[in-house]
């Protein structure tokens, strides 16, 4: 059943597939069949087509047949070789430049403009005519190195997309190193453009080589399919009638691109696991209604003070954040993203952080687990951990500073991030198991591969999904799995606090119930302390110990979640809470 999963739909994939496998065997078993050499000569001159010489001869009695079969092994092979070597250049100049970005990437970026901008076949002229000698290794060479730019180009741009996704995110925060999330995460979801850029460098190699023979300017002491058109040429083949002689060679350079060509149709079938296994099978289970949710107003008195009251819990601190402040720098100048900020998130308490879009959430919570990127700046402020136990194990992290070797260890043993979509946080071409198993790999180095299966499955049970979906796709679960996937993958390593940026947005209100639901209960057994960010302040009024509500970068309201709700002393919360009651959803 998985075999046939793998296998081609589309009768052009078969199509092509048959063409490339019939000169495949042309090219292996061929010469083992010529009855002659490719460069031996006989009485029979220009003979056509006959039992004894299948496709005729040459002017000099050479068996055209032999040259052929002789050809497609060297001009197939210059055609892997230079895709080959072309599309590794293109993924070290596309795939590294475009993750890694910087300097780097702008020097790869300026060497793959300036070989788009040369034309390719008079570059190859050049290039081949100052080679010390024309062979065709050579000529591959030569060949390779004048057509990867195109295919970096394209490369470059999806790694640049790619790099931002929320899985590639979670995968550098669960500490796995650059190198695996390059091959592990970027490179399986650029495998249809890897693919498809070998695929059109063979056929370019295969055209090049024969163009550059044709031209005199390859390897004219081999036989490949362009030589055979430019001995048939220089005999004038076409002006005397010997068209089995340059047919031969011409249609199958023909055929084999038309095939190539074809491969290129299917190719997405087996790089897109939703493709290759159909539509999704598992659907979640209803739940009651949620409360409905409304859209955040803009206040009107950004610079009032901010309104500051004890928590909702007081049991031990877990992460206190003091004076924080984040700065991007852009080219219209300093935006303060975060100002002057100071909480503390609790053992075990639900902290709810709300605020409009652009408020300054997802910055604070990507500095507290160390997410951010350049532009982004910590101009002031810490950031402390207190870990459990006593003496020693319980001094105070400082997880601004905490070294990136440590920081590795520190995410997901004892912080763990849920990001905003589900839809983006699964990398959609690994199973379950696979997602979990690199969490685990990092951080349980230990464990066996058996036992950390079991895990997966054991912790997928705990989120109530069937454990037999570990060998899902993502693509196979619906929404709200998904997300309870997310919550598992986070949980596998029992941290003490969780960061969950939005992440019920994307789902609609039957589901989010069912998540959170989940995620109380879980919080219930596990004792794990969370940071909920969202625009749903009903929602975090609902589930919440403590809110912070934040504005334009500032935090204007901090409190116990009943004192937010009975008595909003801040002029953006009071019209928060005074739409949320317009429209039904607080009563």
Known sequence: MRLRSWLPTSGKVLAGLVIVVVFALVAIVGPMVAQYGPRASGPEVLAPPSAAHWFGTTQTGQDVFAQFVYGARVSLAVGVFAGVVSQVVSIVVGVIGGYFRGLVDDGMYILTAVFLVMPGMPLLIVLTGYLPSRGMISVAVVIAITSWAGSARVLRAQTMSLRRRDFVEAARATGESRVRIIVSEIMPNALPLIASGFLFSVITGILSEAGLSFLGLGSLTSTSWGTMLYFAQNAQAFLIGAWWWFVPPGLAIAIIGAGLALINFGIDE????????????????????????????????????????????????????????????????????????????????????????????????????????????????????????????????????????????????????????????????????????????????????????????????????????????????????????????????????????????????????????????????????????????????????????MQQGRLVEYGAAMDVYTDPRHPYTQTLLRSLSDLGALV
């Open 270 to 549: 087996y790089a897109n696991p939703r493709l290759r296994t159909g539509k999704s099978r598992a659907k979640s289970a209803p739940a009651p209604l949620a409360a409905a949710t409304a859209e955040e107003p803009h206040s009107p008195v950004p610079d009032q003070e901010p309104q500051i009251r004890p928590g909702g819990s007081q049991a031990d601190p877990v992460i206190e954040v003091a004076g924080l402040t984040v700065d991007y720098d852009t080219a219209e100048g300093r935006v303060h993203a975060v100002k002057d900020v100071s909480l503390t998130v609790r053992r075990g308490e639900l902290l709810g952080l709300a605020g409009e879009s652009g408020s300054g959430k997802s910055t604070l919570t990507n500095t507290i687990t160390r997410l951010l990127r350049p532009p982004a700046e910590v101009t002031g402020g810490s950031v402390t951990y207190h870990r459990r136990g006593t003496g020693a194990q319980q001094e105070p992290v400082d997880l601004l500073h905490l070294p990136a070797d440590e920081l590795r260890r520190f995410r997901w043993t004892e912080l763990s991030i849920v990001f905003q979509s589900a839809m983006n946080a699964l990398n959609p071409v690994m199973r379950i198991s696979a997602q979990f198993d690199d969490v685990l790999r990092v951080h349980r180095p230990q464990m066996r591969p058996a036992a950390r299966l079991e895990l997966a499955r054991t912790m997928l049970t705990r989120v109530g999904i069937d454990p037999e979906r570990v060998s899902a796709y993502p693509h196979e679960l619906s929404g709200g799995m998904k997300q309870r996937v997310a919550i598992a993958i986070a949980l596998v390593c029992d941290p003490d606090v969780i960061v969950m940026d939005e992440p019920t947005t994307a789902l609609d209100l039957l589901v989010q119930r069912e998540v959170l639901d989940q995620v109380m209960a879980l919080q219930e057994e596990f004792g794990f302390a969370i940071i909920f960010t969202t625009h749903d302040l009903s929602l975090l009024l609902e589930v919440s110990d403590t809110i912070a509500v």
